[in-house]
């Protein structure tokens, strides 16, 4: 003789195996995409365009991101810089509690920094460290031989083209940021400072 099973037993079985198989399914339906659904939040290092046309989410292929290089600093004439900030004041400003580009979760333990180190003992190797740094721009993070190429302020605002906004989440404050801006519009000079003549 065989237990006969309820048919509220059996209909409970039905569904915790019916539930079961859900994430099997979206697993197979999205076995071919190359990206998650996530990837309208790309950053540079992401390849935005290789999406799977297959993929069964937004338009095809997921949503793509504009491939866009950092638009170009607008360097002011010299006349209109007479009172430029400082590489000192942008230091200040990096080296700050509010950006913390220099702790050690960030570009401040060496040799463990992500991507560069930065020195908040040294204005110059910190300068020197930024100028020597490329990304997939092709062009250095700060650039003295022509400014405008420079992709530091793409960066910090987190324009496509730039990666992520740095600092991470959400980047500078709009204050530090427009200190930082009117610099670099004015040669991302070293020395000097307030538009005088010398050099970067």
Not at 19 to 36: R, T
Not at 73 to 83: F, M, N, R, Y
Not at 100 to 124: E, F, K, M, Q, V
Not at 132 to 148: A, I, R, V
Request: with cysteine; hydrophobic share 30%; charged share 20%.
């Amino acid at each position: 003789m065989t237990a006969r099973t309820s048919p509220r037993v059996r209909s409970g079985r039905t569904l915790r195996a019916a539930l079961a198989l859900i994430p099997a399914l979206a697993f197979a339906a999205f076995a071919g995409c190359q990206v998650d659904v996530g990837d309208q939040l790309c950053t540079e290092q992401s390849i935005v365009n290789d999406k799977d046309d297959d993929c069964p989410y937004g338009p095809p292929g997921g949503p793509k991101v504009q491939e866009t290089g950092c638009p170009e600093i607008q360097v002011l004439d010299p006349s209109e810089c007479t009172t430029a900030p400082s590489w000192q004041d942008v230091f200040t400003i990096l080296t700050g509690p509010q950006a913390g580009c220099t702790i050690n979760g960030c570009h401040g333990a060496a040799p463990g920094a992500r991507g560069i180190y930065l020195d908040a003992a040294n204005s110059d190797t910190f300068y020197d460290e930024l100028k020597g740094y490329s990304g997939s721009q092709g062009y250095p993070y700060l650039n003295e031989e022509d400014p405008s190429r420079s992709w530091i302020l793409c960066n910090l605002r987190g324009t496509p083209g730039g990666g992520a906004p740095m600092p991470p989440p959400s980047g500078l404050t709009d204050a530090d940021y427009a200190v930082v801006e009117a610099w670099a519009q004015c040669g991302l000079r070293r020395t000097g400072g307030g538009g005088g003549d010398a050099g970067p």
